[in-house]
């Protein structure tokens, strides 16, 4: 029974390891108390037991389940809580968790084509080792990978004379992208919406942008065409100078003057990696073999007794 | 000949004891193998581009400043320092003359320069470009693909590239004429 209680709680803690009670220190303790509860139950077993299959039986579905016990206790308490990963197109981000690279595929955020709007896979690269693409759930290590898709916005900028302009991030995890991330928040009217900046260094401008999604612009008066994605955009001179006409919306592909300068949002979805903690996987697998083999030679011993 | 019990309980401990053994040596490597994973330190980084040496070269279509198509691949089999720049860069534009000396001094020796403009127009880095006496290939990455694929963290950044396409090394910033030499050096060696 114990060894059942202790069993199913670390394969559920596998099963579906992004719930925050596992890591909790009451959810811990608890399967703590069930491997001493064990440990007294089966010291107890195997004196009165006469050895042989019958005490090889009881220390197998003690080990197994101490082994599970662990490998719970040690995902729940010592691993790291859930992570999600963000990275512009063509970055590869270092996770040393993972012993490797994500690798987040390339696009051409100038020319989105709705072929390009389907989920790109990213690739965990890991040296001499075949690239694993997290689409799918999966143990990475200790680790489960899953997809996110997020919205992102693509900017295309040119000055007053139609000169494209370079788009700089020097807050952004990627200095030089004209795709923005969108991981910061901000507060407008009770809505917490993904915000994010550029720079224009040509143009001497920095632009603030304000994600809103279709249903957010639905619901906002005074904005025509359309309910679908769209970014609110507030321009400023990087010298403080006043500048007139500096705040604009602009629907997904629609290009605005704001600020003098000719700004073309373009929203998409690109995807994001969550990491998860699970327990080890191989720790789970010799544990569940303990508890068969364990269960099998308690059945044998049952047959022979019989 | 029959067992005497001094022998049989002798024999049980021998055996118990070996199980012992056993079982700490099974707990040990479970407890390192459940372990060890959690305890790897650093969170998620961007390596840069100067974590990129050994790296294969990212290849992107693209126009140069005179609206031809262009490729690194067109480049395979020669040494090539691959600079990432913009007009309105000051140390950018500080560079320029010293690549372009660095381009006539080495060009007979499998050498090119490619200065890959980030997100401007052709006019614009044409006419910038030609005023500064650049004369090595001036590429448009209006995407700036480069600049995410590189992880550049400003401008200029600098990455060479062997003949085989691997990345050798990678620099974030303005490099002096003298460091610029020293970085292609050993590469001439293996022509």
């Known amino acids: ?306 | 000949m029959e067992e005497s019990p001094l022998e049989r309980v002798r024999r049980d401990i021998y055996l118990r004891n070996i199980i012992r053994i056993g079982l700490s040596f099974v707990l040990l490597l479970v407890a390192v193998v459940v372990l060890l994973p959690l305890f790897r330190g650093e969170g998620p980084h961007v390596a840069g581009p100067a974590g990129l040496a050994g790296e294969p070269a990212p290849v992107f279509a693209m126009q140069d400043d005179t609206g031809g198509q262009v490729s690194l691949n067109h480049y395979r089999g020669k040494v090539v320092l691959m600079n990432l720049w913009a007009t309105w860069c000051p140390p950018c534009r500080a560079e320029l003359p010293d690549l372009q000396s660095l381009y006539a001094a080495n060009a007979s020796r499998g050498f090119v320069v490619i200065g890959v403009d980030q997100g401007e127009s052709a006019q614009r880095t044409r006419i910038f470009a030609r005023s500064l006496g650049v004369r090595f290939p001036i590429w448009l990455d209006r995407d700036q693909a480069y600049g995410r694929a590189y992880a550049a963290l400003g401008l200029p950044t600098t990455v060479i590239i062997d003949r085989q396409g691997r990345i050798v090394r990678g620099f974030d910033g303005a490099l002096t004429a003298e460091q610029m030499r020293e970085a292609v050096k050993p590469l001439f060696l293996h022509t």
């Open chain 1, 1 to 306: 029974m114990i060894v059942v209680a202790i069993a199913g709680a670390v394969l559920v803690e596998a099963v579906i390891p992004d719930r925050a009670v596992f890591h909790t220190a009451w959810y811990n303790v608890a399967l703590l108390a069930l491997v001493v509860w064990l440990g007294v139950r089966t010291r107890a077993q195997l004196r009165t037991s006469a050895g042989g299959r019958r005490g090889a039986s009881i220390l197998a579905l003690a080990l197994g389940a101490a082994i599970l016990a662990f490998a719970g206790i040690a995902n729940g308490l010592l691993a790291p809580d859930p992570q999600t990963i963000v990275g512009a197109p063509g970055q590869q981000v270092e996770v040393n968790d993972l012993g490797g690279a994500l690798a987040f595929p390339q696009i051409d955020p100038l020319r989105l084509s709705s072929a390009s709007r389907q989920p790109v896979p990213i690739a965990l690269v890991r040296g001499g080792r075949n690239p694993v693409t997290p689409a799918s759930k999966g143990y990475i290590g200790s680790f489960i990978l899953r997809s996110i898709p997020r919205a992102v916005v693509g900017i295309d900028a040119h000055d007053a004379s139609g000169a494209h302009l370079t788009i700089t991030q020097p807050t952004g995890a990627v200095f030089l992208s004209p795709i923005l991330m969108m991981e910061s928040a901000q507060q407008i009217s009770g809505l917490t919406l993904p915000y994010d900046s550029f720079a224009l260094p040509a143009a001497h401008r920095i632009v603030k942008v304000v994600l809103f999604s279709a249903q957010q612009v639905a619901a906002l008066r005074g904005i025509p065409g359309p309910p679908q994605p769209g970014v609110l955009l507030a321009v400023d001179d990087d010298t403080d100078a006043p500048i007139p006409h500096a705040i604009a919306f602009a629907h997904s592909g629609q290009s605005v003057s704001v600020g003098n300068v000719r700004l073309q949002p373009e929203v998409f979805i690109y995807p994001a990696v969550e990491i998860i903690s699970a327990p080890s996987l191989p720790a789970l697998v010799i544990g569940c073999v303990l508890i068969a083999g364990g269960l099998l030679a308690g059945f044998r011993a049952d047959v022979k007794s019989a």
